[in-house]
């Protein structure tokens, strides 16, 4: 089992950005892929962005163009950098890591979008 410690969320301004971190416990390189999730308040659980061991990126369609993901393997960190952010994007964003045994969460963090 691996700790993912997520970090960066807040509140900010339509048109703002965000960077949010996930560190974890041991090599990124160790898992199939990490990435991000996102839940709003009354919806499912939805993913964002995510990253392979080998480095192909997938995003959602609403994260297109505004988001990226990128990792950092000396500091063993998954970043999500969030550009122009909307009301829409307001949600507990959740950091994964998926290996042979199945996937490990984060605890969440807070993106509130507001003006």
């Known amino acids: 089992q691996v700790q993912l410690v997520e970090s960066g969320g807040g509140l900010v301004q339509p048109g703002g950005s965000l960077r949010l971190s996930c560190a974890a416990s041991r090599s990124i390189f160790s898992f199939n892929a990490m990435g991000w999730y996102r839940q709003a308040p009354g919806k499912e659980r939805e993913l964002v962005a995510m990253?392979?061991?080998?480095?192909?990126?997938n995003y959602a369609d609403s994260a297109k163009g505004r988001f990226t993901i990128s990792r950092d393997r000396a500091k063993n960190t998954v970043y999500l950098q969030m550009n122009s952010l909307k009301p829409e994007d307001t949600a507990v964003y959740y950091c994964?890591?998926?290996?042979?045994?199945?996937?490990?969460w984060g605890q969440g963090t807070q993106v509130t979008v507001s003006s």
């Open positions: 994964y890591a998926a290996g042979p045994l199945g996937r490990d």
């Open positions: 990253i392979t061991s080998i480095g192909d990126t």
